[in-house]
Nanobody, 116 residues
Framework: QLQASGGGLVQAGGSLRLSCAAS????????VGWFRQAPGKEREFVAS??????NYADSVKDRFTISRDNAKNTLYLQMSSLKPEDTAVYYC?????????????WGQGTLVTVSS
């Protein structure tokens, strides 16, 4: 129901923009967060935008920017100054349980590979 796209191979220092849109029955599905999972590691929070407020993991602060186009119900993640340690499958997430960091909708993931 959430479709992430925009991943690919990029050199260190480069940029990529990820997108996440709801597909199928999109009513009441709102993507608002990004997570990532590197090989052999657990999934980790990257960024979220909720109620107009943005939140970032320390590891991506000042390099990544999350935004939403409410008219298109699409979530973006602009990634700059990419590092090899940013290599991961990136997932978008939506419909958080109010007042929590629990997300009830997830996308299928898009692979980002950063070469050194």
């Amino acid at each position: 129901q959430l479709q992430a796209s925009g991943g690919g191979l990029v050199q260190a220092g480069g940029s990529l923009r990820l997108s996440c849109a709801a597909s199928g029955r999109t009513r009441n599905i709102y993507p608002v967060g990004w997570f990532r999972q590197a090989p052999g590691k657990e999934r980790e929070f990257v960024a979220s935008i909720r109620g107009g407020a943005t939140n970032y993991a320390d590891s991506v602060k000042d390099r990544f920017t999350i935004s939403r186009d409410n008219a298109k119900n699409t979530l973006y993640l602009q990634m700059s100054s990419l590092k090899p340690e940013d290599t991961a499958v990136y997932y978008c997430a939506g419909n958080p349980v109010p007042g929590t960091s629990v997300y009830t909708k997830w996308g299928q993931g898009t692979l980002v590979t950063v070469s050194s």
